[in-house]
T-cell receptor, first 117, second 115 residues
Framework: NAGVMQNPRHLVRRRGQEARLRCSPMKGHSHVYWYRQLPEEGLKFMVYLQKENIIDESGMPKERFSAEFPKEGPSILRIQQVVRGDSAAYFC???????????????FGSGTQLSVL | AQKITQTQPGMFVQEKEAVTLDCTYDTSDPSYGLFWYKQPSSGEMIFLIYQGSYDQQNATEGRYSLNFQKARKSANLVISASQLGDSAMYFCAMSPDTGRRALTFGSGTRLQVQP
């Protein structure tokens, strides 16, 4: 029973290139969250998606960043024209469909470490 | 808006001893959930324990327990009988009782267990 799968594990890009980060949620999970973690800091929420819908993107930078979760296939976090400040660990988490309450546990992937040269 | 504060950047503990990691929070939500996650050097985020704001009893999961003091808005993690494998970053997080459900994380505490 595979957990949340993220790839690649490490991604190196030069300034101005595009970065694509992939996330496959756990089986049966239809909710995906993306978080960013800078060194020695906590995780910062970026975006929350369900299949084919963006539910909350309040943590996403207004420019260059986009996310999708298509009907088929993994969720993609896309960063266009990367800059050095985009260097961080990007984590994906998934959860089951909402059943109410506050105890919806998120299952995290191992993260993608993006390095911008 | 929610806020999680972890005031201990780093902690040391001797193997087999207990250690408390502090977490305070601020929220205007009437109900909420509190979580602790462990992040070892390998980078993954591992769920440890959950406490609901209306739960009458403090949560326990094996060697982990959550000292929940609602009036003081604190949710400290207690690890009993520390092991070398407990050395890691520990993050406190909160979820709101809204459809958004995204967790808000603290800045973390690095725990080092010494032999």
């Amino acid at each position: 029973n595979a957990g949340v799968m993220q790839n690649p594990r490490h991604l190196v890009r030069r300034r101005g290139q595009e970065a694509r980060l992939r996330c496959s949620p756990m089986k049966g999970h239809s909710h995906v969250y993306w978080y960013r973690q800078l060194p020695e800091e906590g995780l910062k929420f970026m975006v929350y998606l369900q299949k084919e819908n963006i539910i909350d993107e309040s943590g996403m930078p207004k420019e260059r960043f986009s996310a999708e979760f298509p009907k088929e296939g993994p969720s993609i976090l896309r960063i266009q024209q990367v800059v050095r400040g985009d260097s961080a660990a990007y984590f994906c988490a998934s959860s089951q469909p909402k059943t109410g309450g506050t105890n919806e546990k998120l299952f995290f992937g191992s993260g993608t470490q993006l390095s911008v040269l | 808006a929610q806020k999680i504060t972890q005031t201990q950047p780093g902690m040391f503990v001797q193997e087999k001893e207990a250690v408390t990691l502090d977490c305070t929070y601020d929220t205007s939500d009437p109900s909420y959930g509190l979580f602790w996650y462990k992040q070892p050097s390998s980078g993954e985020m591992i769920f440890l324990i959950y406490q609901g704001s209306y739960d009458q009893q403090n949560a326990t999961e094996g060697r982990y327990s959550l000292n929940f003091q609602k009036a003081r808005k604190s949710a400290n993690l207690v690890i009993s009988a520390s092991q070398l494998g407990d050395s890691a970053m520990y993050f406190c997080a909160m979820s709101p009782d809204t459809g958004r459900r995204a967790l808000t994380f603290g800045s973390g505490t690095r725990l080092q267990v010494q032999p």
